[in-house]
């Protein structure tokens, strides 16, 4: 890697080879998502604790403080919504003079493997990084799956990710899996960070699983709606600052997350 990016990606993932970050790009497709509607308070007592924020380009103009130290990772793939007839039917919407112009330290892009648009979104990624490497700045690919939970295993998880990774990018963002997450991991040759997916039903049971694709090779993760769609989004972001940095257990997260919440009473 040229110098460029590799203070780049230094400052994505942190000294201890970990990193937490903190996505508020679903208005992209979702529109105004519940405790997404004003981003730029959702994220003031949060910004603390995670390492980048992942976001688009009309939000970080919009609603995030240009003199933000943390860095940005700014989503770049899009033209689809919820009402359409296929998430997967995505564009590169941000040209690179525009990254640079936001001063981004990295950027995010989504591919559906096994799509219909397969084809069409794995070009996006190598236009992207043809793009993103002449100026030094990664690329994260997200292992979309768009409605199609079903494909949320690890055969299909690991060859999204292998094949993102043989196509320049520098992270994967992908889902984590109860079974076999390790093969994921293992066969992906740059860093894997896990997203969040739908809203967990208990508070534990987030720790629980970012515990596991921890121990099981994951890096970190890039969780956003379980953590500030939580009535005590505060409380479950230190909880999982303090798996991913300090490597704290589950029991020992989930103590630090009721302590919080209960000095808040």
């Known amino acids: 890697m040229d ?18 970050f903190l996505p508020i790009d679903h208005g992209y497709f979702q529109g105004p998502t519940s405790c997404l509607e004003k981003p730029g308070e959702t994220i003031k007592p949060l910004l603390r604790y995670c390492d980048a924020l992942f976001v688009t380009r009309g939000v970080v103009r919009s609603a995030i403080d240009p003199a933000i130290k943390k860095p940005i990772i700014l989503r770049v793939s ?21 990254v640079i112009r936001i001063n981004a330290t990295a950027v995010g892009i989504s591919i559906f493997v096994g799509s219909d648009y397969e084809k069409q979104t794995l070009n996006n990624l190598t236009s992207l ?39 320049g ?16 991991t293992n066969g992906c040759p740059v860093p894997v960070v896990m997203a969040g997916g739908p809203k967990c039903e208990t508070d534990k049971e987030v720790l629980e699983f970012v515990h596991d ?25 230190r909880a999982l600052h303090a798996i991913i940095h300090k490597n704290a257990s589950v029991g020992e997260a989930f103590d630090l997350f009721n302590s919080i919440k209960n000095e808040k009473l």
């Open 129 to 167: 990084v043809n793009e993103c490497e002449k100026y030094g700045i990664p690329v994260m690919a997200v292992t979309a799956v768009g409605k199609e939970l079903e494909k949320r295993g690890a055969r299909y998880l690991a060859l999204a990710c292998r094949i993102a990774a043989e196509l």
């Open 169 to 184: 990018a520098k992270v994967v963002k992908t889902y984590w899996c109860a079974d076999d997450f390790e093969k994921v």
């Open 78 to 98: 899009g033209g689809t919504s919820m009402v359409g007839k296929n998430l997967a039917n995505e564009v590169i919407t941000t040209a690179i003079d525009d």
């Open 213 to 237: 694709g921890m121990q099981k090779g994951a890096i970190g993760v890039n969780l956003g709606r379980n953590v500030w769609q939580n009535p005590n989004a505060l409380p479950m972001m």
């Open 3 to 20: 110098w460029g990016m590799k203070n780049r990606m230094s400052r994505l993932i942190q000294p201890d080879g970990k990193c937490f």
